[in-house]
C-alpha cells in the first residue's frame, strides 16, 4: 500500500481479539516472566504505569513480586481491561483506567512507565538500529500520547519501551487447538498487521491494525524534545530512556 495513513483507522483496538488474546500470546509469543525480570532490573520502581497494559498479564506477575509498589495500568480497549480487572481484582495496589494515551489524564506522576507491546515498542532486526512501532497510525497524535506521557513520568524517572524480533508472515499451532497465523503488508509510514485464528480452518478472529513506524534517530529526537535520553542498553526485553532530573 502506498501514501500515509495520518489519521486513519483504529487507534490500536483490540476488541476483535480480546476474548483470544490470553491464549494466543500465553502460547510463546511473548515470555511475561523473562519481561517481568528484564523490567526489575532497571527499578526498583515504587510507582509504576504501563500503557496499554491490555488484559493483566505482565502487571499480575510484576504485581505479584512486588507487593509494595503502586501500579496503574491504562487501556483503550474495554474489552482486554475487563479481563484485567477480573485477573487482577484481589491486586488493591493495582488501579485500572480505559484511557487513550493521547489524551491521558491521571493526575499523579510515576518513577517509571513502561510499555511492553502496548501502544510503543522496539523492534530489533539483526545488527540493525532499533526502530520504533506504534499503534497510533498518526504522527501528530503520536507526539500528543508521549508528550502526555512525558507529563506523567517525574523528573528523573524512567520510560521503558519493550523489545520485540521482526514482524513476518506465519502461521502456527496454540495451546487451545486452534491455529494463529499474521500476515503484515508494509507501506510508506510503517505496516499494516493482520491477525487471524483459525479452528479447523474457519477463520474465528480477525483484526487488522495500522502500525507507525520512526527510526531510531526520530525517535531518540521525538524524546529528547520532551527531556528524555536513552539509558545504555542492559537486558533483552527493554530499551530505557530517562528524564532529566
Ligand atoms: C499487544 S497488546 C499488549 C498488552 C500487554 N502489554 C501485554 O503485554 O500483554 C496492546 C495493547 O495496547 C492497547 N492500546 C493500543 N493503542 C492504545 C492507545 N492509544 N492508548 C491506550 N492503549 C492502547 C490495546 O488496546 C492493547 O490492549
Known amino acids: 500500500m502506498a501514501g500515509t495513513i495520518e489519521g486513519s483507522g483504529a487507534m490500536?483496538?483490540?476488541?476483535?481479539?480480546?476474548?483470544?488474546?490470553d491464549v494466543i500470546?500465553?502460547?510463546?509469543?511473548?515470555?511475561y516472566a523473562q519481561i517481568v525480570d528484564d523490567l526489575e532490573q532497571h527499578g526498583p520502581f515504587a510507582h509504576i504505569l504501563e500503557v496499554g497494559c491490555g488484559t493483566g498479564l505482565i502487571l499480575e506477575e510484576f504485581g505479584r513480586r512486588?507487593?509494595?509498589?503502586?501500579?496503574?495500568?491504562?487501556?483503550?480497549?474495554?474489552?482486554?481491561?475487563?479481563?484485567a480487572r477480573a485477573r487482577l481484582e484481589t491486586f488493591s495496589a493495582i488501579d485500572l483506567r480505559q484511557q487513550n494515551v493521547c489524551s491521558l489524564h491521571l493526575g499523579k506522576s510515576f518513577d517509571a512507565a513502561f510499555s511492553y507491546g502496548g501502544v510503543w515498542y522496539f523492534v530489533i532486526d539483526g545488527d540493525q538500529e532499533p526502530f520504533m512501532v506504534s499503534h497510533i497510525p498518526g504522527d501528530s497524535d503520536n507526539r500528543m500520547g508521549l508528550e502526555k506521557l512525558a507529563q506523567h513520568i517525574a523528573p528523573g524517572g524512567m520510560f521503558l519501551l519493550g523489545i520485540?524480533?521482526?514482524?513476518?508472515?506465519?502461521?502456527?499451532?496454540?495451546?487451545?487447538?486452534?491455529?494463529?497465523?499474521q500476515k503484515i503488508e508494509p507501506h510508506a509510514d510503517g505496516f499494516i498487521k493482520h491477525y487471524y485464528l483459525l479452528d479447523q480452518g474457519q477463520r474465528v478472529m480477525e483484526q487488522t491494525i495500522n502500525y507507525r513506524t520512526y527510526s531510531w534517530d526520530e525517535t531518540v529526537s521525538l524524546l529528547a524534545a520532551l527531556g528524555f535520553t536513552p539509558v545504555p542498553r542492559s537486558g533483552d526485553k527493554f530499551l530505557a530512556f530517562r528524564k532529566a532530573a
Not at 25 to 31: I, K, P, V
Not at 76 to 81: F, I, Q, Y
Not at 164 to 181: C, L, R, V, W
Open 12 to 21: 490500536g483496538d483490540y476488541t476483535n481479539m480480546s476474548s483470544y488474546y
Open 25 to 31: 500470546m500465553t502460547s510463546g509469543y511473548y515470555n
Open 66 to 83: 512486588n507487593g509494595s509498589a503502586r501500579i496503574t495500568g491504562i487501556d483503550l480497549t474495554e474489552a482486554m481491561l475487563k479481563q
Open 164 to 181: 520485540q524480533g521482526p514482524h513476518f508472515d506465519y502461521e502456527k499451532p496454540i495451546s487451545n487447538g486452534m491455529t494463529y497465523a
